[in-house]
């Protein structure tokens, strides 16, 4: 399968989240890895997905899973060589799936041989590459984001003697953006991996690349001009790739990421996630509808990108103080559950392993406007293990079967860098790849199946949206439209069967062709459209003029 060689090409992708560690270990050590992952391209093609996104795999002292780089040119050893990280992207490539890798341009891990150089001496040339202080009190407006374990966002550095910036854990200090040369390196970092050919990068942390006193050091003017430049140069030597921003923020500071079509191509859109999960709960399409509409528009080239569930925990950052409330009360009750601001659980364990809530879940993911991003393991409903620290225990291994390690490896189970998911719910020898693929009625067959029908128009990834406004509010009804295509998603929040009258006028004389069954349903009247939905279930359809 050739990709897709529309430079657009990211609006149509369908995006599956993997940390190569978690996938499949090739060489028995216990470890994902590279060849480990190529074998199992197969698996996401059929799948349907387009790209996937693998988070960091750089040399690293992995004491925030590789988001403390250590060294960016080239590749953890536990995971492979950089020859076999070229041998994945050819085959990507060939199966037609577009790869997108981290890039952590805001801090680097304190094992860096620069911030050693850095904190070496005051005089040494690579000091001024971090953010130095004599005193822990300048930036006093700004938030702590690893509220759990730091206290401030300023470190002593008893060797020079002073203190260092860092927006995470203290060993990740920041990078200092107002220095021409960190900027030139790190633009000379993401040609490496341009030239060798990835098709894009997840920038982490983006809105904190520069400070200022008196201001919260969140998405400055300086910053957006660092990240502009990049683009520039992006466009200039590599047309065609993409980035994303990861940029944890309201619809209104959002906004400027995109700027005028020249900064990022694609954002998370984080404040709608923790919705979804509310409208579900409060069985109401209000939280939904609600931000969407706070939602600003975005130049015609831009995308928004939308997922359930990553690799963190479920942030809460971007809701009310009330809203965090309910939350919590409702998705984590225990309070083991809690980290930071959110909530450490997978998709399945969420739903209460409800298909039911699962499916209907996917189906807003796929059918809102934007790019969806699956993150491994929720297409087989896998659970997590909350006694593991931190945001392990949404990271264990891929269970690809109910066999020796759940068929992702031959070491000893002890060596595994994770332990599985043992659980008599959601543990490998119920939850595993393998057995769903025996059924047709798994989880992961009808996955498969959304992701085909979704994949069948490019409606859902490049349409308009328009809300439909029924009175009974249980129902989130919206026409997504493209051209002359026009499909109609009609989704019932609630855990009871629904009856909705939906005002369709405007497509007087369509028919209605539900598209995973193709069967017609009545042409729209005079009259509302009347339908009724099962509890949770939801219908896209095709308007057609026939
Ligand atoms: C955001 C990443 O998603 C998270 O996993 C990481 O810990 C922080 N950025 C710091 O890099
Ligand atoms: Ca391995």
Redesign the pocket.
Known sequence: MPLNQDVLWYKDAIIYQVHVRTFFDSNGDGIGDFPGLEQKLGYLQELGINAIWL??FFPSPLR??G??IAEYTTVHSAYGTLDDFRKLLESAHNRGIRVIIEM?L??TSDQHPWFQESRSSRHNPRRDWYVWSDTDERYKGTRI??LDTEKSNWAWDPISKAYYWH???SH?PDLNYDNPAVREQMWKVMSFWLEMGVDGFRL??VPYLVEREGTNCENLPETHEVLKDLRRRLDEQFPGRMLLA?A?QWPADLRPYFADGNEFHMAFHFPLMPRMFMGLKLEDRKPITEILQQTPEIPPSCQWSLFLR???ELTLEMVTDMERDYMYDTYAENKTMRLNLGIRRRLAPLLENDRRRIELMNGLLMSLPGTPIVYYGDEIGMGDNINLGD?NGVRTPMQWSGGWNAGFSTAEPDRLYAPLIQNPVYGYPAVNVLSQLGSEHSLLRWMQRMIMVRASTAVFGRGSIEFLRPANHRILAYVRRLGKEAVLAVNNLSGAAQAVELDLKKYKGNILIEMSGKNIFPRVGEQPYLLTLGPYQFFWFRLRRI
Request: net charge negative; glycine share 0%.
């Open positions: 988070m960091p925030d899973d988001y403390d952590v805001n801090h984001i690893f927006r995470f854990f990740q982490d942390a990861e944890n990553n690799h963190d945001r």
